[in-house]
């Protein structure tokens, strides 16, 4: 087939979103919200239900043609032929959920690449290098508490042993490696991108964010993942009587803890950086006392490492002052100042360096939106970067990657609401269809 | 006796320490923290110990002469009688305290007027009416949550039905009715103060706050206690990635949270009232979820109701524009606008108005100081007014009432760390029993 020939070819929409919804049978959740037609997922990586979402996709690749492995985490790769021997160019994503989550985050990626799959097929596509699919396990860290363990351990970022042994949330004594066993997708061969090679991963993800959505675009070129830093802050002052204690008597650690919280704010946005606190609690807790410690995380995002660090850097001079009183960027105007300090500390709990995708990948999805936006892919589409993690991150430690993303309603996702259109379904499985295809091409040209 | 004589009259510091100590026999707390010497209390309203530690009042008192009265309340009043019939000048407090409380809150008050019966007893003193001493039930609303609650009872604020259903805390099926019989408390004479009258209420406690500490002053001559009131305040936002959403597109509760907080310290720090958080929740509570809802606690109080009310119409109106967006105050200053606003609602918990004391005491307390410092008074005395609730809140509803306070070290209360010197229990003592021998000489020479 020429080069025009393969940009014509069209996934099938509805085929596409019956294998979506068939394999959310396994593992549905309760109904949320005023998502009418819509149902959440409850498919926790290595259930029962895990298992019968595994056994549609070996069988229904199988039916398709390809041979199928699983390595020692579980991770299911389906390769259907090319004309040539060499490494898979592999399309992928996992089909475990969060315990209250959606339809497409994950799901989406890999019945889309099953859709690739017969969609070759049907149009009798013979590709130049194999082309492969994968399932990747536990993508979510729900169950078995590290998020991408087993595409890490594929690339040889997270040993076996350690994914192997970890323990289900919750105090259950199953591991990772009993589960795998018991559902019997504890495979021989060893998880590692020595011993199962890719030419290159692609992944299409619903963009869990509002930004596609906001801007009235249908596809996302990932250009790779921002860095972060989780931290947590604890702020020590000194309870104290509410109705007893003058201001200048206190060490009010939520006051101080508040203003630092806005500071962050404040600092993240001088510089195109997001900060965030998600949990935050407090001693004693009781309306006539305030509180002598307060706890909150910190979770700092940017591009590029250097920014986060940046707004680290300035956080941690800030607090600092901030907990002894110092005036900081105008946010004691008006306060009364008090004879009492506070004190702050910080732990380290996570740093994720930027990550980022090849530059090849990333042209070929470029290219697959232009294939079919024509004249409107400036307008459509958005170069960006992922606020989240995924398996693409593991796999471009080792092999050219990119993602393409698609807009999800109003941003929710890890919820029952998660909610994308048919029609942005099929759009994203049809760019990674042709990202798949114009890099095996790319790979004939070069002759690699 | 002359006024000069009885201004001489003193109390015995290790006598009164001794009654305090011994008293704290029944319900000692653990110790806590590096008060080496003391030990907390943990004595609950109508608990076993409570009524060993009334026993040894009713013992104790009809020892020094006093008649016993225990009314439906279990308030128990104990009355030495004068040259004339006529109700009695009180000074009480209350014998219960805190589940991990202190040593001094409600117990130093009680001894100390203990002590001024033995003092009169010693030296013969005859005063023109009667002098009771009072220990009333339940101060803390620890047990059972009312605070003041049988004082309340006593003025015909609190129904006494309503008092005797009170269920204890933590789910148990007593009540105060049926503990006030179990530990045959529960005394035929009406709460009321139509049928226990009073000519007055003196009480002494420790300041519980830092200033009288601060200044190095001796004796607070309380004014009257703050007006306060309790809110309950709600922002609602909406949950979502911290990764994959950018500020822009943000609704977050917390950040808004943050900025009301601030806002009510620096509203309150204008008109020199006191604004406190001591509760604040959120959800969902992930490090990576910007928080939909947090709830917050506001706790606004000063000396004048018509302040409480300016910094609360203030803090409404700002809430209001801060959950939308608006720029309040500054504190927008470089923070990122948003496309979506959060929502704020208040519920009101609890509206303490100001209490006035009445000048003939707040005069008799003010006198005994002076008699007891003498060039140094003025130094070593401050008018102030109460940050916490009293029995004598109540008892000022309907009879002249006013209150001593003697420094706490730290300010520290609520707390087994709760200290105060001796010497200066000693001193409160002192002024104690001469606010309640001037305000009886008052009443003989204005022949009421």
């Not at 949320?32 to 996709?57: N, P, V, Y």
């Not at 590692?192 to 692609?202: G, L, N």
């Not at 960006?384 to 993602?403: C, F, I, L, N, W």
């Amino acid at each position: 087939m020429t080069q025009k020939d393969l940009a014509s070819l069209r996934v099938n929409r509805d085929r596409l979103m019956g294998d979506l919804h068939y394999t959310c049978q396994w593992g549905p959740g309760e109904q949320w919200g005023d998502a009418a037609t819509e149902t959440g997922m409850s498919r926790l990586a290595l259930s029962d239900t895990d298992k019968q979402a595994r056994d549609w996709f070996v069988e229904t690749t199988e039916s398709l043609g390809c041979s199928v492995t699983v390595d020692s985490m579980g991770n299911t790769f389906a390769v259907r032929p090319g004309l040539k021997e060499g490494p898979p160019t592999y399309a992928g994503s996992h089909m475990d959920t969060q315990p209250t989550g959606g339809r497409y985050d994950g799901i989406l990626g890999v019945t889309a690449a099953v859709e690739m799959l017969r969609t070759l097929n049907d149009n009798w596509v013979e590709t130049e290098y194999p082309v492969g699919v994968v399932n990747w396990t536990n993508e979510e860290g729900a169950r078995f508490p590290i998020s991408m363990v087993s595409s890490g351990v594929w690339a040889e970022e997270i040993p076996l042993e350690r994914a192997h042994e970890l323990k289900e949330v919750g105090g259950g004594s199953a591991t990772m490696k009993t589960e795998l066993e018991r559902i019997g997708y504890l495979g021989t061969t060893p998880a590692s991108y020595k011993h199962v090679p890719m030419a290159a991963h692609f992944e299409l993800h619903i963009e869990q964010g509002p930004i596609l959505e906001a801007e009235q675009r249908k596809i996302g070129v990932v250009q790779g993942v921002q860095a972060y830093r989780w931290f947590t802050i604890e702020v020590k002052g000194r309870d104290c009587h509410t109705g007893t204690t003058s201001f200048a008597h206190r060490a009010d650690a939520l006051l101080a803890a508040s203003k630092m919280i806005l500071y962050s704010h404040r600092a993240a946005s001088r510089v195109g950086a997001l900060a965030s606190t998600g949990i935050l609690t407090l001693k004693p807790g009781s309306t006539n006392t305030v509180p002598g410690t307060v706890r909150f995380s910190l979770d700092l995002r940017a591009p590029k490492d250097s920014v986060v660090e940046e707004v680290e850097k300035a956080c941690k001079s800030a607090f600092s002052a901030i907990a002894t009183g110092e005036d900081v960027d105008g946010l004691n105007k008006d306060c009364t100042p008090s004879n009492r300090q506070c004190s702050v500390s910080w732990t380290t709990d996570s740093v994720s360096p930027a990550t980022n995708f090849h530059d090849d990948c990333i042209g070929c999805v470029t290219e697959a939106a232009a294939d079919l936006f024509g004249a409107d892919a400036t307008k459509l589409t958005k170069r960006m970067v992922s606020g989240a993690g995924h398996d693409s991150v593991y796999t471009s430690k080792r092999v050219p990657t990119s993602m393409v993303f698609i807009p999800c309603r109003d941003g929710v996702s890890h919820n029952p609401a998660e909610y994308s259109t048919p029609e942005d379904c099929a759009i994203g499985a049809q760019v990674l269809m042709g990202a798949v295809v114009r890099y095996d091409r790319l790979r004939a040209e070069r002759g690699a």
